[in-house]
């Protein structure tokens, strides 16, 4: 399954913010824990994930640091700041009032369809 | 790290695709490292299930995928960046033949003409009012015709606007009936015109975006760079200039004649060219800008310090010209501020944000100072037009700098993002287009011509 290009974008921003409001993380783990939570479905591009991290930074949401790899390589990590935690919880009650109403929905539908599925047998 | 042969090939290549990333417009040196962590990420990952580091190399710069459209991203996300993207298309940096540096010519040898105006028609004459002014305007107008032939076609607010300033500052100098040659309110409106379409040209650079926040401030950023450029060329041009007439000396000709045209042309066509560098050369003053303002920051940090405790220690300010001196210091302070607000490279505060809140906070001392001295001779002697002007100007600046000084101690304790700077400095910038206005067409009114 491909989730859609929009639905991608609007989730994008909470869905960063999440991870690292489970502990500091760089660019290539935060792909990876996305996927990982998307059980695949969501694979981001580069593209999305980089200028998403230094859009958030310049919000204020995040913040980064360069450090080491245990390679030795330099890498940029990423933390939540207090106001990511708060644009967080913002994400969060809104997105669970567009989840709530999908459920909701979701249920309703399966609710009509399910008696005339049986009608039809099956 | 080991050293066998395919992992130094290995380097090899990442270096060439690291030198490949770093070459497009919108990327910049920590983007590049950035990345690099993440396609060894990939490489480690595709090695860990048994590829070589040649196939996982391949792999994983697949993966990482097609370095044109992350840098477009990139690029999309920082304004700061993006602006030199929609200027440089078509995307290739390939030879664009002689359009473009052709009209640039066309379009400096009109600002040249223009700036020629002000020594009249002939140099006997000397420049009256209203030909510094035709001068001025002639070489703005320039600017901005560049500008609109650049990004064509032009977007009508900024070609009105621009055409109506213009228009305001001409005939306020040919039709206002002042009392007398360089009379206080002439000369005051004079200065003020170059400001006041300076912010209007904002307009012609931003195109369709003006009325965004993030177009305001890429002119700030334009500007900041077009200063630097226009300093440089002025420095050559300069040794130029005096050689050549020191060359013609020595043969016994007369220099006149050639600086006479040189210098104008020189002094206004600079402008076209440097905007020209601006937009097409970019990155040799994107290093500029940051390291001159880090410079002289704590410099004029300093340079204020040593003027309050030298103020206290002789007991106050006797020159009646001081408010115009320490408007100048709020007018490069403010320089100083902007142009690191706009030229910041993202990240944490730094030492360089400290440096810079103590300078706003010394200025500000400085003003207050400064001001409550002012006050009582106003009261003593009644207001003028310059006085008036003075402090109008220092009441712009003073705002601006009071509130950019309480954004950057909201960053400093990670209260605030730094955009918050930026944003407040792009928008403050029309008010002192509108500030400027007043003084061109409003104050010569108030004041009787005088």
Same mark, same amino acid.
């Given at each position: 399954?491909?989730?859609?290009?929009?639905?991608? /974008?609007?989730?994008?921003?909470?869905?960063?913010?999440?991870?690292?409001?489970?502990?500091?993380?760089?660019?290539? /783990?935060?792909?990876?824990?996305?996927?990982?939570?998307?059980?695949?479905?969501?694979?981001?591009?580069?593209?999305?994930?980089?200028?998403?991290?230094?859009?958030?930074?310049?919000?204020?949401?995040?913040?980064?640091?360069?450090?080491? /790899?245990?390679?030795?390589?330099?890498?940029?990590?990423?933390?939540?700041?207090? /106001?990511?935690?708060?644009?967080?919880?913002?994400?969060?009650?809104?997105?669970?009032?567009?989840?709530?109403?999908?459920?909701?929905?979701?249920?309703?539908?399966?609710?009509?369809?399910?008696?005339?599925?049986?009608?039809?047998?099956? | 790290?080991?050293?066998?042969?395919? *992992?130094?090939?290995? =380097?090899?290549?990442?270096?060439?695709?690291?030198?490949?990333?770093?070459?497009?417009?919108?990327?910049?040196?920590?983007?590049?490292?950035?990345?690099?962590?993440?396609?060894?990420?990939?490489? =480690?990952?595709?090695?860990?299930?048994?590829?070589?580091?040649?196939?996982?190399?391949?792999?994983? %710069?697949?993966?990482?995928?097609?370095?044109?459209?992350?840098?477009?991203?990139?690029?999309?996300?920082?304004?700061?960046?993006?602006?030199?993207?929609?200027?440089?298309?078509?995307?290739?940096?390939?030879?664009?033949?002689?359009?473009?540096?052709?009209?640039?010519? $066309?379009?400096?040898?009109?600002?040249?003409?223009?700036?020629?105006?002000?020594?009249?028609?002939?140099?006997?004459?000397?420049?009256?009012?209203?030909?510094?002014?035709?001068?001025?305007?002639?070489?703005?107008?320039?600017?901005?015709?560049?500008?609109?032939?650049?990004?064509?076609?032009?977007?009508?607010?900024?070609?009105?606007?621009?055409?109506?300033?213009?228009?305001?500052?001409?005939?306020?100098?040919?039709?206002?009936?002042?009392?007398?040659?360089?009379? =206080?309110?002439?000369?005051?409106?004079?200065?003020?015109?170059?400001?006041?379409?300076?912010?209007?040209?904002?307009?012609?650079?931003?195109?369709?975006?003006?009325?965004?926040?993030?177009?305001?401030?890429?002119?700030?950023?334009?500007?900041?760079?077009?200063?630097?450029?226009?300093?440089?060329?002025?420095?050559?041009?300069?040794?130029?200039?005096?050689?050549?007439?020191?060359?013609? =000396?020595?043969?016994?000709?007369?220099?006149?004649?050639?600086?006479?045209?040189?210098?104008?042309?020189? %002094?206004?066509?600079?402008?076209?060219?440097?905007?020209?560098?601006? *937009?097409?050369?970019?990155?040799?003053? *994107?290093?500029?800008?940051?390291?001159?303002?880090?410079?002289?920051?704590?410099?004029?940090?300093?340079?204020?310090?040593?003027?309050?405790?030298?103020?206290?220690?002789?007991?106050?300010?006797?020159?009646?010209? $001081?408010?115009?001196?320490?408007?100048?210091?709020? %007018?490069?302070?403010?320089?100083?501020?902007?142009?690191?607000?706009?030229?910041?490279?993202?990240?944490?505060?730094?030492?360089?944000?400290?440096?810079?809140?103590?300078?706003?906070?010394?200025?500000?001392?400085?003003?207050? %100072?400064?001001?409550?001295?002012?006050?009582?001779?106003?009261?003593?002697?009644?207001?003028?037009?310059?006085?008036?002007?003075?402090?109008?100007?220092?009441?712009?600046?003073? $705002?601006?700098?009071?509130?950019?000084?309480?954004?950057?101690?909201?960053?400093?304790?990670?209260?605030?993002?730094?955009?918050?700077?930026?944003?407040?400095?792009?928008?403050?910038?029309?008010?002192?287009?509108?500030?400027?206005?007043?003084?061109?067409?409003?104050?010569?009114?108030?004041?009787?011509?005088?």
């Amino acid at each position: 399954m491909r989730v859609g290009k929009d639905l991608v /974008a609007a989730s994008s921003a909470p869905l960063v913010l999440g991870v690292l409001a489970e502990g500091d993380s760089y660019g290539y /783990a935060i792909i990876q824990r996305v996927a990982e939570l998307s059980r695949g479905d969501l694979e981001w591009s580069e593209g999305l994930l980089y200028p998403l991290l230094h859009r958030l930074e310049r919000q204020g949401q995040v913040e980064s640091s360069w450090g080491r /790899a245990e390679s030795g390589r330099r890498r940029r990590y990423y933390r939540l700041t207090r /106001a990511g935690r708060e644009a967080l919880d913002e994400h969060r009650t809104q997105w669970r009032a567009v989840n709530d109403a999908l459920t909701t929905m979701w249920d309703q539908m399966a609710r009509v369809l399910a008696p005339v599925q049986l009608a039809w047998g099956k | 790290m080991s050293v066998n042969p395919t *992992e130094s090939g290995l =380097d090899q290549q990442v270096g060439l695709w690291r030198e490949q990333l770093a070459k497009r417009p919108g990327v910049d040196a920590g983007d590049v490292d950035e990345l690099t962590d993440h396609l060894l990420g990939h490489v =480690d990952a595709l090695e860990s299930v048994g590829l070589s580091p040649d196939e996982a190399f391949l792999v994983a %710069v697949k993966r990482v995928g097609d370095q044109h459209a992350i840098a477009r991203e990139f690029a999309e996300e920082n304004s700061a960046r993006l602006w030199r993207t929609l200027v440089l298309e078509p995307e290739e940096p390939g030879p664009k033949g002689w359009r473009d540096p052709g009209a640039m010519l $066309v379009f400096a040898m009109l600002a040249g003409l223009a700036a020629r105006l002000t020594f009249g028609v002939s140099m006997d004459e000397g420049g009256s009012q209203f030909t510094v002014a035709l001068a001025g305007s002639g070489v703005f107008l320039a600017l901005a015709g560049w500008f609109w032939w650049r990004r064509r076609p032009p977007v009508l607010a900024s070609v009105v606007t621009m055409l109506a300033a213009v228009a305001v500052g001409l005939l306020t100098q040919a039709f206002y009936p002042w009392r007398s040659d360089w009379a =206080d309110t002439q000369f005051l409106s004079l200065m003020h015109l170059p400001i006041m379409l300076a912010v209007v040209l904002g307009i012609a650079h931003a195109r369709r975006a003006w009325r965004t926040v993030a177009a305001w401030t890429d002119y700030l950023r334009f500007v900041g760079e077009l200063v630097v450029y226009y300093a440089l060329i002025a420095l050559g041009g300069g040794v130029l200039v005096g050689l050549t007439a020191a060359l013609l =000396d020595m043969l016994g000709l007369n220099p006149e004649p050639v600086i006479e045209w040189v210098v104008p042309l020189g %002094v206004g066509g600079a402008i076209v060219v440097a905007a020209w560098l601006v *937009e097409a050369k970019k990155s040799a003053v *994107e290093n500029m800008a940051p390291v001159l303002t880090a410079v002289f920051t704590p410099l004029f940090t300093v340079l204020l310090l040593g003027f309050l405790t030298a103020m206290a220690a002789t007991g106050g300010i006797e020159d009646r010209d $001081v408010l115009i001196i320490v408007d100048l210091v709020l %007018v490069v302070v403010w320089g100083l501020v902007v142009f690191s607000v706009v030229s910041r490279r993202d990240g944490p505060p730094r030492l360089g944000d400290w440096l810079q809140l103590a300078l706003v906070l010394v200025t500000l001392v400085v003003d207050v %100072v400064v001001l409550a001295a002012m006050a009582g001779r106003i009261q003593e002697f009644g207001a003028s037009p310059n006085k008036v002007a003075a402090l109008g100007e220092n009441l712009v600046l003073l $705002v601006n700098l009071a509130w950019s000084g309480w954004l950057l101690l909201g960053f400093l304790r990670r209260r605030r993002p730094v955009l918050d700077l930026e944003r407040w400095q792009s928008r403050y910038l029309p008010v002192v287009g509108v500030w400027a206005a007043v003084v061109v067409v409003v104050l010569p009114l108030v004041f009787g011509f005088r």
